[in-house]
Every structure is written in C-alpha cells, then in structure tokens.
C-alpha cells in the first residue's frame, strides 16, 4: 500500500465547494421521494449517478423495486488499499401538515436550509458527495477506495440497502450518515413493531355483555403493555435512552350499535443491543397471555430492525475521534443514536460502522424540518479528510 503525503485538515475545510453543496442538497429536497411513492426513489438515484459521473467516479444505479433505486459511487484508489463506505439513504416520509412552505420547495433562511429530508438526510447525501467532489478538485492520491452508497427504502424494508450489500467487496469500516450534530454515535436502538388483536362476538348491542367485547378485552392488555414498558424502561445502556414498548395505533368495531368483534392494537418496541426479535416477543407474549384472560390475543410481528452497536476495541473508533479532533477541534465524544437506521445491517455484514452526519434527528420527520448549512459543508471536508486517512480506520494499530 503506497504511503502519501496529505493536506493539514484546514486545506480539507476551505476547499468545500459550499455553493455545489447547497445547489445539491437543494435539487434533492425538490425530489419527493417518499419511501415507496411512485418513482421518485429511483429519480434521486439516477440524479445522484449523474452528479457522480460528472465527478468522473465509477457509478452504478441498482434498481430494488419497481420506483425504487440505489445510487452507488466508487472512488478509487490504491488496490491493496482499505475499502471505507459512505452510506445514505434517499428516502422520507410524507410530508404532513404544518408547513409554513411547501415540504419539497427548498427554503433557505438565517443560515438553515428548509424542506423534507434537509436533516434526515439528504444534507448528509450532498455533504458525502461534496466530499468527493473535494477529493477531486484537491487531486488526492487514494490509500484505498471509497464506495458511496446511497439507498432506498431505509424508511420501511430496507430493501435498497440489502441490494447494496449483495454486491459489496470487503470492506474496513462504514459511516452511516444519518443526523448526529457530527458527533460519533456508536450505537443505536432497534425498532420491532406488532399488530395485536383481541376477539369478541359481534352482534346488536343491546343483546351482548362486555365479556364478548373486543374493545373491552383490548383494556386488559393495554395495561399489561403499560406495566411491561415500565418493566423494559428500567434496562439500561451506557449510549442509549432505556428499551420501551408503547401503543401507538388502535381501530375497533365497525358500527355504533354493534358489539365489536375486533380490536387491533399496533405497537412499537425499541431494543437494546443484545435483545433480539425473539427474545423481545418472547418476554411480550408471556406478559400478555398472563394479563389477557380466556382466548389469548393474536401477536403479529411485522417490522424488524435490529439494534446496532459498533466494537469500540479494536481502535477503529478511537482512530475515527483523533480523525474528528484533527478536523473539528475539541473533544470528540462517543454517544448514541436514539432511532433506528441501517448501522445494524452493515456490523451483520461483518462491516465496522458507526453513525456520524450532518443535522439533528429531532428534525426529523418534524414540519419545517432544517438543517444547518455550514453544518452539512463543513461534514463534506471530514468526510474527505476519512477518505484520505482510510488507512487509520482500516487498521489503526499498524
């Protein structure tokens, strides 16, 4: 592997083409790419290739689903070299109500950019392709190669990101961009969802006891649910909130003056890492078969992201904090990542990874959501400047 000489990291700071980085992250927020909404998924990805190609990258658009696409970019370098990956993805949610603009009509105002997915996260996809536009423009010589991997369906299956893997080398180490503030989360909270439901006996109203009623059996565990989330909330972790189980949606009967035969009730659990799906179903069905006299409810899971936590040993972390001091300045302090994102599907790929991106994830999915735009620039030079220390990151102790 051929050793270079490189920049002081200010070099990688003052060299960001901040106007091509806010012309992006505006052409991407105009893209209404709804998880799984028509095709506009697959727009951004062939947007992205394009922007790619101009920077003369080896590119590639995998199409996932019918609208939806990946975007993924390869900068090489030396061969023998480490492999490091910049992920992202290019979905959002709906936009909602309460916008003071329209959600995908950017806005820029005191220093903020305004629009679905400004934070979560196509700030972090223009400051990822900022760095490698900076790579170019400062004519680095490579230590290994970067592989730019920006993906759909993040928000639901994550199906873009599964596609993206079935054909990944090797690699050393990735950094998924989602919202952090720039601080280096190691860890984040997995997310299992079920859809739970009670039976009654539909009939006239007037004609029926509470006993056959499917709203009425719903109470008894809904309250296990409360008493279980509080049993969860006492596990702790040294990144992250505390595991949890909340009631998030319930539908039941179908006319005033019917007893309901059906209540459904979905739920949303949040792991800590070392808990699995069926170890959290587990522990959910014993507690509500002993609340939930008679017929017990139906349990049906139906969403799984596990939860993720980078090893913190073998000194690529710490050689990513150094990395973060030499270009920021200060301490670069570890936390966790309070959502759920694709950090977990790369460490089960065998790929150290952690979460480090431009905007707050209290943005996220917020009316008149915004980030920061000297937050996202200045992401793209320290993503450049990983890019040009790969070496430490692949292995920090040679």
């Known amino acids: 592997m051929r050793v270079q000489s490189l920049p002081e990291a200010s070099r990688f700071r003052d060299n960001v083409d901040r106007r091509y980085i ?9 893209i209404p790419s709804v998880t799984g909404q028509g095709d506009a998924e697959e727009r951004a990805a062939r947007m992205l290739v394009a922007r790619m190609d101009e920077l003369r990258m080896e590119t590639s658009c995998q199409r996932v689903s019918a609208g939806g696409a990946n975007a993924v970019g390869r900068l090489p370098g030396d061969p023998a070299g480490p492999v490091l990956i910049l992920n992202g993805h290019l979905d959002v949610v709906p936009a909602g109500e309460g916008w003071t603009a329209p959600a995908f009509e950017p806005v820029i105002r005191d220093g903020k950019i305004f629009g679905r997915g400004a934070a979560d996260m ?4 223009a400051a990822m392709l900022g760095a490698a536009k900076l790579v170019h423009d400062m004519r680095l010589p490579l230590c290994g190669t ?3 991997s920006f993906v759909c369906d993040e928000e639901d299956g994550n199906r873009g990101v599964a596609r993206f893997l079935a054909d990944c080398p090797p690699a050393d180490f990735a950094i998924v961009g989602e919202p952090t503030g ?18 009654g006996c539909p009939s006239h109203i007037g004609r029926t006891d509470s006993a056959q009623n499917a709203i009425y059996r719903m109470i008894g565990v809904l ?23 909340a009631a998030t949606v319930i539908r039941g009967g179908v006319k005033d003056n019917m007893t309901p035969g059906e209540c459904v009730v979905t739920l949303d659990r949040r792991l800590l890492p070392g808990e699995t799906d069926r170890s959290a179903t587990d522990a959910l069905r014993a507690a509500l078969y002993e609340a939930v006299p008679g017929e017990p409810p139906g349990i049906e899971p139906y969403l799984y992201m596990p939860p993720g936590e980078a090893d913190t040993r073998n000194g690529q972390v710490d050689a990513l904090r ?13 936390c966790g990542f309070g959502a759920t994102c694709e950090q977990a599907v790369f460490l089960n790929h065998g790929i150290n990874t952690v979460i480090c991106g431009p905007g707050n994830i209290d943005q996220a999915h917020t009316a008149d959501e915004w980030a920061s735009l000297d937050e996202i620039c200045d992401a793209a030079g320290f993503y450049a400047w990983c890019i040009a220390h790969a070496a430490q990151l692949a292995n920090p102790t040679a």
């Open 22 to 30: 806010t012309r992006l992250v505006e052409e991407l927020i105009r």
């Open 122 to 125: 196509k700030g972090a996809l």
């Open 146 to 148: 970067a592989l730019f």
């Open 182 to 199: 720039m601080r280096i989360a190691a860890a984040h909270r997995g997310v299992i969802r079920y859809r739970i439901t009670t039976r």
């Open 223 to 245: 309250e296990a649910v409360r008493a279980h989330d509080a049993a969860l909330r006492r596990i702790s972790h040294s990144l992250l909130p505390p595991a949890m189980l």
């Open 322 to 334: 150094t990395l973060h001091r030499e270009y920021y300045g200060g301490p670069a302090e570890i």
